[in-house]
């Protein structure tokens, strides 16, 4: 695997696990995610640690599932699989662009 692949493993785990501060802790402090079309949903890491906060107490049973990975350089991307969630499953292709170790930019395509 690709060294970018690794914080987005860490990401996934964080998320799965729904630690905060580590899901968060993988991210640029100006990270941005966008929809599809390029909407930002959030910018920076405050606002993601106080949408996801929410997000992860709200789904007690919440767990994403990778089937399919691509790692291309400084970008991943996922084929997720999203259980537990208050609005149901979730199926989605995530790009992710990696600068250094920190997860800056994520893309995400598809979510239901």
């Known amino acids: 695997m690709e060294p970018e692949g690794h914080v987005v493993d860490r990401q996934v785990q ?3 696990q ?4 580590a899901f968060v802790a993988c991210y640029a402090d100006d990270a941005v995610i966008e929809d599809a ?7 920076g890491r405050e606002e993601m640690r106080a949408r996801y906060a929410a997000f992860f107490e709200a789904s007690p049973t919440l767990h994403a599932e ?3 990975r691509i ?3 400084e970008y991943v991307v ?3 699989r999203i259980s537990g969630t208050p609005n149901g ?10 600068t250094g170790d920190l997860i800056d930019h994520v893309r995400i395509i598809g979510g239901a």
């Open 37 to 43: 079309r390029g909407h930002v949903l959030i910018r």
């Open 14 to 16: 964080a998320y799965n």
């Open 89 to 98: 499953e979730i199926h989605a292709v995530v790009v992710y662009h990696v």
């Open 71 to 73: 790692d291309l350089g």
């Open 78 to 80: 996922d084929e997720e």
């Open 66 to 68: 990778v089937p399919t």
């Open 18 to 21: 729904r630690d905060i501060d």
